[in-house]
């Protein structure tokens, strides 16, 4: 018994330590984002937003949120849209080659992002094509809708057969069976998946440094570039920004989600 007590101690402390290892860098950038001096020190000498502010008068961060924003948002809808597509097509019928199609669809969920960045990168060199924004926009996609598809799927597959059969029994077609039935019910999952592919995609930087170009940097990138030429409070600023949308959006996700459900 003291050995087990002893064991499970053990655990307990380990497991600690790696939430303080993997936790406490994030809260120093927190911190620091706050602290009224060029240089972070501790303990600090007050709270002040001057780094905010002056993150929210810098040009370059702005128009790097800008594209991050417009990226994440064509990503989630052009993501979200093919995904249902691909759902109902891999749940409600059969057809040669599904489960191939299926499987290579979710396959860059099991590709390391450095792999796609760098064969699409050569793909396109390959076609002498430049790099742009629709470059970009069509590796997000690629990115992002393996996580659409298996959200949506998951949750067709808890919807029953039988209220599509029972409107089209009505007289609905398919369309409008689509639209008073399996969407409303679909809109849970739907919502949630967009959600988490705009978080990926404004949060990506692996992949997106392969592709984006000069004036089509988005705000992870720009933290990259700005690490690189020198350590400004600036970038603890616009970490604290990040890690609020980061976090906040797949709570947001998950929370509408599991409301709208109850309420279906």
Do not use: C
């Not at 602290?35 to 810098?58: C, D, H, T, Y």
């Not at 891999?90 to 199609?101: E, H, Q, S, W, Y």
């Not at 009505?170 to 849970?188: C, D, H, I, K, S």
């Amino acid at each position: 018994m003291k050995q087990s007590s002893l064991g499970w101690t053990f655990i307990k402390i380990h497991t600690l330590l790696v939430y303080i290892f993997l936790f406490a860098p994030i809260v120093v950038v927190v911190v620091l984002a706050f602290n009224p001096k060029q240089f972070g020190i501790f303990p600090m000498e007050g709270v002040s937003f001057r780094w905010f502010i002056k993150l929210a008068q810098n040009e370059s961060i702005l128009e790097a949120f800008k594209n991050s924003l417009i990226l994440g948002s064509l990503t989630a809808v052009i993501s979200t849209a093919i995904g249902i597509l691909a759902a109902l097509a891999f749940i409600r019928f059969d057809f040669p080659g599904k489960n191939t199609l299926n499987t290579l669809l979710l396959s860059p969920i099991m590709i390391p992002e450095v792999v796609l960045g760098v064969a699409l990168l050569l793909f396109l060199r390959f076609l002498q094509m430049p790099k742009s924004f629709g470059l970009l926009l069509i590796g997000h996609v690629v990115l992002t809708l393996p996580y659409v598809l298996l959200i949506v799927q998951a949750r067709l597959v808890g919807i029953k057969k039988e209220y599509e059969e029972a409107a089209k029994s009505l007289g609905a077609n398919a369309f409008q069976t689509f639209r008073e039935v399996t969407l409303p019910l679909l809109l849970p999952a739907i919502l949630a998946g967009a959600l988490f592919a705009f978080t990926i995609s404004f949060d990506d930087i692996t992949a997106t440094l392969f592709w984006a170009t000069a004036q089509n940097q988005t705000v992870p990138v720009k933290i990259f570039s700005m690490l690189r030429n020198s350590i400004s409070p600036e970038i603890n600023a616009l970490g604290t920004v990040m890690i609020v949308l980061t976090v906040t959006t797949p709570l947001l996700a998950g929370y509408l989600s599991r409301k709208l459900s109850k309420v279906r």
